[in-house]
Antibody
Framework: QLQLQESGPGLVKPSETLSLTCTVS??????????WGWIRQPPGKGLEWIGS???????YYNASLESRVTISVDTSKNQFSLNLTSVTAADTAVYYC??????????WGRGTLVTVSS | EIVLTQSPGTLSLSPGERATLSCRAS???????LAWYQQKPGQTPRLLIY???SRATGIPDRFSGTGSGTDFSLTISKVEPEDFAVYYC????????FGGGTKVEIK
């Protein structure tokens, strides 16, 4: 059974880079035809899509974050990563990695809270 | 960017009642690209409906989705105690956006 798990620092200082990794277990990312992505949710607020990819050559981002976001993939490790630069308190959120199928996200990680604070 | 507006913001119902949630898009959305999620406090969002009307795996048939163009809805035929949660719609187009959510609470 495929599972996703986010990992990374829970606290990031303002102006620094937020880096998270999503590890896919129970199956191979490279043997599937899915898109994968990152979504975040500020405390007490709604969901915001960050970006998605099919392969390292086919990645696209939320226009409001595009200048600060990079999503990369390491299929040999069955992982993909999120880098968000120049963070502020507004980037404090639970960050989810997820699998996209039929234009919707059908499998989610449990999420990891990242707080931006000095 | 397509903006999704969900209404009402909060829906107060008793178990057994019918719930109708609305999701209105600022531009036309292909029905294939509209989804609904349920999120309970402290939990991960759960896909309920994709392609506007197809139930995801394991979703009870009391949940149904309809709509086209700019107007979509999610209906819970008879609300069960475990259905009290926040519901989000999501569209995939030139970008991907979520609605602001509708909270279904116990009356």
């Amino acid at each position: 059974q495929l599972q996703l798990q986010e990992s990374g620092p829970g606290l990031v200082k303002p102006s620094e880079t937020l880096s998270l990794t999503c590890t896919v277990s129970g199956g191979s990312m490279s043997s599937s035809s899915y898109y994968w992505g990152w979504i975040r949710q500020p405390p007490g607020k709604g969901l915001e899509w960050i970006g998605s990819f099919f392969s390292s050559e086919n990645t696209y981002y939320n226009a409001s974050l595009e200048s600060r976001v990079t999503i990369s993939v390491d299929t040999s490790k069955n992982q993909f990563s999120l880098n968000l630069t120049s963070v502020t308190a507004a980037d404090t959120a639970v960050y989810y990695c997820a699998r996209r199928r039929f234009y919707s996200f059908d499998l989610w990680g449990r999420g990891t809270l990242v707080t931006v604070s000095s | 960017e397509i903006v999704l507006t969900q209404s009402p913001g909060t829906l107060s119902l008793s178990p057994g009642e019918r719930a109708t949630l609305s999701c209105r898009a600022s531009q036309s959305v292909s029905s294939s690209y509209l989804a609904w999620y349920q999120q309970k406090p402290g939990q991960t969002p759960r896909l309920l409906i994709y392609g506007a009307s197809s139930r995801a795996t394991g979703i009870p048939d009391r949940f149904s989705g309809t709509g086209s163009g700019t107007d979509f809805s999610l209906t819970i035929s008879k609300v069960e105690p475990e259905d009290f949660a926040v519901y989000y719609c999501q569209q995939y187009g030139r970008s991907l956006t979520f609605g602001g959510g509708t909270k279904v609470e116990i009356k």
